[in-house]
């Protein structure tokens, strides 16, 4: 037996003989059956294929998974028809499965780091002759086996593991594997003996503008588990569409399934940050200690919404909880493991140095990634799922009333500064349309996210004059414009005259903006869309590739000649009569880069959905307005830099107050909708 643990099998007392009190903070599930296709994200392989390793893993010294060039372990998918169950599944004789995977490995580092928890038993229950393997990892990825146990018949299988070792990174988690017969896998448990600062109650919120199908689905999969509402007081629904999820076709099932817990609010749309406000606002109304936002176009794991408010419990103190954000269109693909904000150029989704993005877990999994060992520590979370302590909210407010945009890392960062610390879980998450099937910095959310993001370096920037945003701002408003996406300039320009009219008018405009910015599209070809390129005159080619290539991204030697050049054309030549009657290329989405669209003169260019086009023209005035403007307002924004920092901040406090909210939505909406 370890000395790191104490393991029994068919009991549940400690080896003193005394009954001790231990609850459950992470149980080992399986997907259902409408996410078979995700399953290496709950269940994984390590088949033993021979006699030798078979006797080697039953004495407990077989490894996990296949070692590079070893033939004697192979790799194998695991088995869809042998789950059982939400928490059960049967292992094939001589296999064995592993729950070293992201929803059912133990997230060690996380533990140790933010709660008071010290040490942590695992309990099995198995059915059959076979064994069960604990094992764990460090900050570097290394893998260890800590202890296995032969199990025979019911058994259930404790042991009691450590969190010391843990300060830096690594994970716990244990494989099952069969002898000469199958053996069920009847569930398993991580529990804790240690003291809970609070047993929270939750309020959910859901924020959504006319998408009524992913809402109910979500409402359905809840009501599906009712054992994820054990300590929720409300589900929320803040409605800001017009197409309303009331009167949706399936709403009365999912409001009878969820009875009095389900609310929907009916406002107008005041955009995310306006929805999740009034989620915040209603937790601390109703007496919640915690409210968890979720975006609407998402699908839930709902044991990820136990999960986070368990882990909340037992943080030190008061601490903002989130979950991962997993790709809806490829569902095991991992788009971050936590985000920080580069205080120099406050760049958007910036992802933590020591991991990687888009991990595909189909690909490699968890025991074979050494980077996602090591514990990531975050300056926010996503609000597609983010649990937030009232308690937090009374002392330094509510969103931003920013409509879209940067709510979320503002507030994430204000939360930091005040002392409150925001962790992204490990094994909570839902699935979202990740930002490579988007285009958002483009556009009519470019007023936002351009506006929002000066907004969170005016509050938050570390240097005096914003570090290097200004600059980085004026290259992404030069690219925009040498690549015909003159709507984007004109909504980017826009935004610095409201930031510089100042924060006591952003309340005002949050129902206003949208409708504004999206009728500045209707003169601009680029921004109007069609289904098909079809809908459009011809392609005419106009233009034979040099020496047959393409055009390529300049080097950085060549860079400021391309660039001189590019401009003098883009400014100085005229548009022909045959690029205006014609489009020159068809450009996919993927292809459509500022290097490449700078040389174009017309092209038919698709969306990053695909599902419709529109013709980009140029236009050497505009261009030439373009960018004396924008030369000229960031000029404007950098001189008065001083002064609005200290506007915003001053006004920071008001503007987030529970008593501005109210205002605002009192004035778009009933208080006492029901």
């Not at 038993?121 to 146990?149: D, I």
């Not at 050049?565 to 996919?588: H, W």
């Not at 023209?617 to 008065?640: A, C, E, F, H, N």
């Amino acid at each position: 037996m370890s000395t790191a643990t104490k393991s029994e099998t068919q009991g549940g007392t400690e080896n003193n003989g005394t009954q001790a009190e231990w609850t459950t903070v992470q149980r080992v599930i399986l997907p259902g059956e409408r996410g078979l296709e995700t399953l290496p994200l709950y269940m994984d392989s390590g088949v033993v294929t021979s006699s030798t390793d078979l006797t080697d893993a039953m004495s407990g010294f077989g490894r996990p998974s296949a070692a590079p060039g070893d033939e004697t372990i192979t790799s194998r998918s695991v088995h869809a028809d042998d789950i059982e169950s939400k928490t059960s599944a049967s292992v094939r004789a001589g296999e064995r499965i592993s729950f070293g995977t992201y929803f059912n490995a133990f997230a060690a580092s996380y533990w140790r780091r933010w709660t008071t928890v010290q040490e942590i038993r695992l309990s099995v229950r198995t059915s059959g002759r076979g064994t069960v393997s604990v094992y764990k990892s460090n900050a570097r990825g290394s893998l260890q086996h800590v202890e296995t146990t032969r199990v025979m018949g019911q058994a259930e299988t404790l042991f009691t593991l450590p969190l010391l070792p843990f300060g830096d990174g690594g994970w716990y988690w244990f494989d099952v594997t069969a002898g000469a017969e199958d053996i069920q896998f009847l569930g398993a448990e991580w529990q804790t003996q240690a003291p809970r600062r609070q047993h929270g109650t939750l309020t959910v919120e859901i924020t959504t503008l006319n998408k009524t199908a992913y809402c109910l689905n979500n409402l359905r999969i809840l009501g599906e588990h009712p054992e994820a509402l054990a300590n929720v007081k409300e589900v929320i629904v803040v409605d800001q569409g017009t197409e309303k999820l009331a009167e949706a076709e399936g709403f009365a099932e999912v409001s009878a399934a969820l009875g009095d817990k389900l609310r929907i609010i009916n406002q107008a749309n005041l955009g995310g940050s306006g929805g999740f406000a009034r989620g915040m606002y209603e937790a601390v109304e109703n007496g919640s200690d915690y409210v968890m936002l979720l975006d609407d176009d998402v699908v839930i794991e709902p044991e990820s919404i136990t999960r986070l408010g368990i882990f909340a419990d037992y943080c030190k103190k008061p601490t903002l909880v989130g979950g991962h954000m997993f790709d809806l269109h490829d569902r095991n693909v991992l788009h971050t493991f936590g985000e920080i904000v580069n205080p120099w150029v406050i760049g958007p989704d910036e992802p933590n140095p020591n991991q990687q993005m888009r991990h595909n877990f189909a690909r490699r999994n968890l025991r074979d990634t050494p980077w996602m060992h090591r514990r990531v520590d975050v300056d926010y979370n996503g609000w597609w799922m983010c649990l937030i302590p009232t308690s937090v909210i009374r002392e330094i407010g509510l969103s931003l009333p920013v409509f879209i945009k940067w709510d979320d890392t503002e507030y994430g960062v204000r939360a930091k500064a005040a002392g409150y610390s925001t962790v992204s879980l490990p094994g909570s998450a839902v699935w979202h349309v990740s930002w490579i099937d988007k285009d958002d910095l483009v556009g009519w959310q470019a007023y936002f996210h351009t506006r929002n993001r000066f907004i969170y370096a005016l509050l938050h920037s570390p240097y005096d004059l914003g570090g290097g945003l200004i600059e980085n701002s004026l290259k992404l408003d030069l690219k925009h414009n040498i690549s015909m996406q003159y709507y984007t300039v004109l909504g980017r320009i826009e935004a610095m005259r409201d930031l510089l009219r100042g924060p006591d008018q952003l309340h005002a405009i949050l129902p206003t903006k949208l409708p504004a910015i999206r009728a500045m599209a209707k003169e601009h070809s680029e921004a109007q869309f069609k289904p098909s390129p079809d809908d459009f005159p011809v392609v005419k080619t106009r233009k034979v590739p040099r020496r047959g290539k393409g055009v390529s991204v300049p080097s950085y030697v060549s860079l400021v000649p391309w660039l001189a050049k590019t401009i003098v054309r883009q400014v100085g030549v005229p548009l022909s009569d045959a690029s205006r009657r014609n489009p020159e290329a068809l450009v996919p989405h993927e292809d459509n880069r500022w290097w490449r669209m700078s040389q174009l003169d017309s092209a038919l260019v698709s969306n990053a959905e695909g599902s419709a086009a529109s013709w980009y023209m140029r236009d050497p005035k505009l261009v030439r307005k373009l960018l004396i403007d924008s030369v000229r307002i960031y000029g404007d924004v950098l001189r008065r830099w001083p002064s609005l920092k200290k506007q915003y901040r001053a006004a920071l406090p008001q503007i987030t107050s529970m008593e501005a909210w109210r205002k605002t939505f009192e004035a778009h909406s009933d208080l006492g909708d029901k």
